[in-house]
């Protein structure tokens, strides 16, 4: 389809060159390679051909470096002798020395600095982004942050903590000690495919986890930048890459018994993940997504609140799990909201969004159409112009959907912004919490008391006051969904306790005259009142 559509209101090294200590494991390139063979890894060809090894060469399976898979026709087979490498490498204690950790963790800092342009215009060309500003703004700039974070912290992360023990158990101490899962499965998505495959992995990485990393073949370039650089920076005994596999590579992975599964993507296959998990009792996080609201009463300035509702609406043309998917709107403000947008949209992108250097495309044609069918399920206002070959969809407003429709039913996921008029705050609020409870909600108001409403009522992950999406790019605050729109949360600290474990640890003393006679049989009257005594004692 190469016509423009019109729909409108009628229709080689894993340690840095940097670093003055280098770890045991740092080698050159050929070396590592032989070391593969040695282990029964495989060899890679120069040329990126089939490992053939004498261990592998049955399998149909291409190891680089990193012992990065990249499955053919035996996946299965493939991704368990890579689980198998992982958890070796685990057992054997690769990942519990901290250093190691600081090792990966400044080799993936590394990465980012020496390569960043590179991984910026793949980002650019996955999804038709024809200026870098907002891959620096949500990718990366975030994971920058997040891994200094963790290097500056990861001392602090891992020591025990002391806590205190009642005065009954004494003399003992008790102590938390924060154990590394063991081996860990992130599957990460193609809207961000840096920020959402590399901040979980630096969460994995600092708590003392091997990783299989499946990176998504959707975000084609992304993922065959990432995957290569991976191989280089890391070292291969503590990760696995996997980028070109679809479906059946992650019927394959999740067939597999994990530490823990941390997943990003559609509610749709989230479930499924959970799903197989659930067989093996393996812990899950889930980074799904869902219908975002975005409540505006009357007391707001209009003109600031479409500009940032614009923003948080079309940023990455929509493709984002925590983008505004409906707005809610007194019936009288309808008419003025939607002017309000237009006014913002065409300061943003011009009278043409086509023709913006600002405005992205969509990742792929089968997303252009899919949203294109949404056009009928309701009244286009504003914008409807889509061009499936170019991977366009414009900046679209639309309003009064058909009742059981897509529109109102499934996350929209693309620059289509649907309007909803209410009579009043409560009705609002009766609509929003009838449904899935959404990953975010944004809502506009400088009452007080309507803002304190909204977040006491509304069950989601995050609420935003008066902005959208900014929450993101907090560190310190917990980011995650609830229900349908997700399990677990993670980011700064959260993201090292994602991967931990809070181990118990009680220490008692070993001297005879300081054991406690009363626990043991046999018991009396006068043991239970004593115990009753010392129990309810306090420091």
Not at 284 to 313: F, H, Q, Y
Not at 484 to 493: A, F, N, Q, R, V
Request: glycine share 8%; aromatic share 8%; proline share 5%.
């Amino acid at each position: 389809d190469t016509h423009t559509h019109t729909h409108t209101k009628n229709n080689t090294h894993y340690l840095p060159r940097h670093d003055t200590a280098p770890p045991p494991f740092h080698m050159e390139r050929a070396g590592v390679l032989s070391r593969h063979v040695a282990w029964g890894w495989g060899s890679a060809a120069a040329d990126g051909g089939t490992a053939t090894s004498a261990s592998s060469r049955h399998l149909p399976l291409r190891v680089g470096a990193c012992g990065a898979v990249a499955a053919h026709s035996d996946e299965e087979r493939a991704v368990a002798e890579a689980h198998g490498r992982l958890s070796s490498a685990f057992r054997a204690g690769l990942s519990f020395e901290v250093r190691w950790r600081r090792r990966q963790l400044r080799a993936l800092q590394h990465l980012l600095s020496e390569h960043r342009n590179e991984l910026v215009a793949a980002v650019c060309h996955d999804l038709g982004k024809q200026h870098s500003h907002e891959v620096f703004v949500s990718e990366i700039n975030v994971v920058t942050v997040e891994v200094e974070h963790a290097l500056e912290h990861l001392s602090r992360w891992v020591q025990p903590e002391s806590v205190s023990t009642p005065l009954f158990l004494q003399p003992s101490k008790s102590y938390v000690f924060k154990d590394p899962l063991g081996v860990t499965l992130i599957i990460s998505p193609w809207n961000y495919p840096l920020n959402l495959a590399l901040v979980p992995l630096i969460g994995s990485i600092a708590a003392g986890n091997c990783t299989f990393l499946k990176l998504s073949r959707h975000s084609k370039a992304t993922s065959k930048a990432l995957h290569q650089l991976l191989e280089r920076y890391l070292d291969p005994r503590g990760l696995v890459v996997e980028s070109e596999g679809g479906a059946s590579m992650i019927q394959a992975l999740t067939a597999l018994k994990w530490n823990h599964i941390f997943f990003t993507g559609s509610c749709s296959v989230g479930r499924i993940v959970y799903e197989r998990a659930a067989k093996f009792l393996t812990p899950v996080t889930l980074e799904l997504g869902g219908k975002n609201p975005c409540v505006i009463d009357g007391s707001v300035d209009m003109e600031l609140t479409c500009k940032r509702v614009a923003w948080g609406k079309f940023f990455n043309a929509g493709q984002t799990c925590i983008g505004v998917d409906y707005v809610i709107v007194p019936h009288h403000l309808e008419g003025a909201f939607i002017e309000g947008m237009r006014r913002a949209i065409e300061g943003f992108y011009g009278a043409n969004p086509r023709d913006s250097e600002s405005f992205p495309r969509i990742i792929s044609e089968y997303h252009v159409q899919r949203l294109a069918k949404l056009l009928d399920d309701g009244e286009v206002v504003f914008g409807g112009e889509y061009n499936v070959k170019e991977k366009y969809f414009a900046p679209t407003i639309m309003r009064a959907p058909k009742e059981g429709s897509l529109l109102i039913q499934d996350e929209i996921f693309g620059p289509i912004l649907l309007v909803k008029c209410v009579s009043n705050v409560e009705e609002a609020l009766e609509y929003i919490e009838e449904r899935p409870h959404p990953l975010a909600t944004y809502v506009f108001t400088n009452h007080t008391s309507i803002q304190s409403k909204c977040i006491q009522r509304i069950r989601c992950g995050s609420i935003v006051v008066n902005d959208c999406l900014i929450h993101f790019a907090n560190h310190n605050l917990p980011f995650g969904g609830v229900g349908e729109s997700g399990l677990g949360s993670y980011h700064g600290d959260g993201t090292f306790n994602t991967f931990t474990h809070r181990k118990s640890v009680m220490m008692s003393s070993t001297r005879k005259w300081l054991d406690v006679p009363m626990k043991y049989p046999p018991y009396s009257d006068t043991k239970s009142w004593v115990v009753e005594k010392v129990a309810n004692l306090r420091w």
